[in-house]
């Protein structure tokens, strides 16, 4: 099936700095990848739709500036995490769709764990 | 709008005893997608099954099994014969087609050895 991959798998970072999560898939093209972000023991939610070769759409609440959706080609989009701050601590988990499967089915990065101190 | 809803925050079962996820959603669409995925500790998302709106066959696969009803929207998720290695939290989702997933809030379930 279709693999969707994401880097790094964990980091920890100071206050104030950026960091950026890489999301590939790996065996197909996607125009569509889909930011999600989840906190402990709550479910996972919609951060932003990241369209290749145009400006993500963010979910109402989520700050854009804040967190930065760039999808540069049609296997990367990358989400930069800009002056991290503890309260950015998460797991974050990127999605896409194989176009080709017409199914609809989601096929999930291995997600982040982000830890801000 | 799409909504999913698991009621059960949290079960606790005896490894062997069966246990079912209850998962209810709410759609205008006529067509949509319907997911369950599961959760280890470790965090990734394992996807366990995809059910398209239009088929309302159920499903089994080894211990698993899955009873989708339309006219309660309802998708159910089954486990017999729970072992250990169950242990995790598992989310029901929804999808209309090529829009956004909705996840709901996830069950928890822990196997008891």
């Known amino acids: 099936g279709a693999v969707v991959s994401q880097h790094p798998s964990w980091v920890i970072c100071k206050s104030g700095t950026s960091v950026k999560i890489e999301c590939r898939s790996l065996d197909f093209q996607a125009t569509t990848m889909f930011w999600y972000r989840q906190f402990p023991k709550q479910s996972l939610m919609l951060m932003a739709t990241?369209?290749?070769?145009?400006?993500?759409?963010?979910e109402q609440g989520v700050e854009k500036d804040k967190f930065l959706i760039n999808h540069a080609s049609l296997t990367l989009s990358t989400l930069t995490v800009t002056s991290a701050h503890p309260e950015d601590s998460s797991f974050y988990i990127c999605?896409?769709?194989?176009?080709?499967?017409?199914?609809?089915?989601?096929?999930f990065g291995e997600g982040s764990r982000l830890t801000v101190l | 709008a799409q909504k999913v809803t698991q009621a059960q925050t949290e079960i606790s079962v005896v490894e062997k005893e069966d246990v079912t996820l209850d998962c209810v959603y709410e759609?205008?669409?006529?067509?949509?997608?319907l997911f369950w995925y599961k959760q280890p500790p470790s965090g990734e998302l394992v996807f366990l099954i995809r059910?398209?709106?239009?088929?309302?066959q159920n499903e089994i696969s080894g211990r698993y099994s899955w009873n989708f009803q339309k006219s309660t929207s309802s998708f159910n998720f089954t486990i017999t014969a729970s072992q250990v290695v169950d242990s995790a939290v598992y989310f029901c989702?929804?999808?209309?087609?090529?829009?956004?997933?909705?996840f709901g809030t996830g069950t928890k379930l822990q196997v008891i050895p």
């Open positions: 759609t205008r669409d006529t067509t949509y997608y």
């Open positions: 999605s896409a769709r194989e176009p080709r499967a017409n199914t609809g089915e989601l096929f």
């Open positions: 989702a929804f999808s209309g087609g090529y829009q956004k997933v909705t």
């Open positions: 059910r398209n709106s239009f088929d309302e």
């Open positions: 990241s369209n290749e070769g145009s400006k993500a759409t963010y």
